[in-house]
């Protein structure tokens, strides 16, 4: 994967060229099978012989990449990966409606991942998500989402449950999205989340209704980082998503009886992740977790 951060100024968004019937055909087949090489090398060979030998490039060196254990010829392919996405990754993702357009040359809250040459996770302002998930969906394999920001903009909160492009996602974040408990809870519990198998939610107030909705979910890897952590541990040990996470990572301390509720939890962690902890706390999650306990220090 290599991450295109949207950085610098874009005074016009370029156009991308028509999509033939070809072309379109080739996309579909990319977008319907995201797991396999096959049809992005079929992409990768038309765009070579229709022009766009960079992004075919691209797609043909990443998906090489994926599979090599040579680390000589994975450092030479790694390092021209960088250069493609360093030198072309910015037009790549505003043809698709990325990026802000503007006169600066301030830091982007947008960024893009390209993951074996099609952009399969991005970082956006959650108001944008109407105008721009639409189309770009249907050029790339996206199925990471993160979003940041969404306080104040009603009509996207009220949609974004609804939306058909949350069947794609196997991994959302929110981050400073400053809902109510009552809106996050109904995103949580989206019917279209069908898919989803990693969330990840920052700088956001949860409450019983929310929480109550992430434990019914059937997620496998959990990451949070809010104020009320000791809540959200003490409801979530005693939820059906207990038994289910593979990945809790809790970013922030938790007190001795949140310790002690997850110790008690019936699941099947590989992988704990906390914030600072007592001592106390810290032996009793280490005789149930062993070495799946890591404690990252203030």
């Not at 990026?99 to 600066?104: E, I, K, L, P, T």
């Not at 949580?188 to 989803?196: A, D, F």
């Not at 809790?250 to 699941?267: K, N, V, Y």
Request: aromatic residues 4%; hydrophobic residues 45%.
């Amino acid at each position: 994967m290599t991450w295109a951060p949207l950085i610098g100024s874009l005074l016009a968004r370029p156009e991308r060229a028509a999509i033939g019937a070809d072309e379109r055909a080739l996309l579909d087949a990319v977008i319907a099978e995201p797991d396999a090489d096959g049809p992005r090398l079929v992409y990768a060979d038309w765009l070579q012989h229709h022009g766009d030998v960079a992004r075919g490039e691209l797609i043909a060196v990443q998906c090489a990449l994926a599979r090599l254990d040579n680390i000589a010829e994975h450092n030479r392919l790694k390092a021209r990966d960088f250069e493609l996405v360093e030198r072309h990754g910015n037009t790549w993702c505003a043809e698709v409606g990325i990026g802000d357009v503007r006169n600066n040359w301030h830091p982007s809250v947008w960024a893009a991942d390209f993951q074996r040459g099609f952009i399969e996770a991005i970082e956006m302002p959650a108001h944008m998500f109407a105008s721009v998930v639409p189309p770009l969906f249907a050029l790339e394999p996206v199925r990471e989402l993160r979003l940041i920001g969404l306080s104040g903009h009603t009509d996207t909160l009220s949609r974004l449950p609804e939306s058909i492009y949350l069947r794609r996602l196997r991994s959302l974040g929110l981050r400073n999205t400053v809902v109510s408990d009552d809106v996050l809870a109904l995103l949580i519990s989206s019917p279209m989340l069908t898919k989803l198998e990693r969330l990840q939610i920052e700088d956001q107030t949860l409450g019983r209704l929310a929480l109550d909705a992430l434990g019914r979910t059937t997620i496998r890897e959990l990451t949070l980082r809010t104020q009320e952590l000791d809540l959200a541990v003490h409801v979530l040990a005693r939820s059906p998503l207990a038994g289910q996470l593979e990945v809790l990572a809790l970013d922030g301390p938790i007190d001795d009886a949140a310790a002690l509720a997850l110790a008690r939890a019936e699941t099947r962690l590989r992988r704990l992740s906390l914030g600072p902890i007592s001592d106390t706390a810290r032996a009793q999650l280490v005789a149930r977790f062993g070495d799946a306990l890591v404690v990252v220090p203030a």
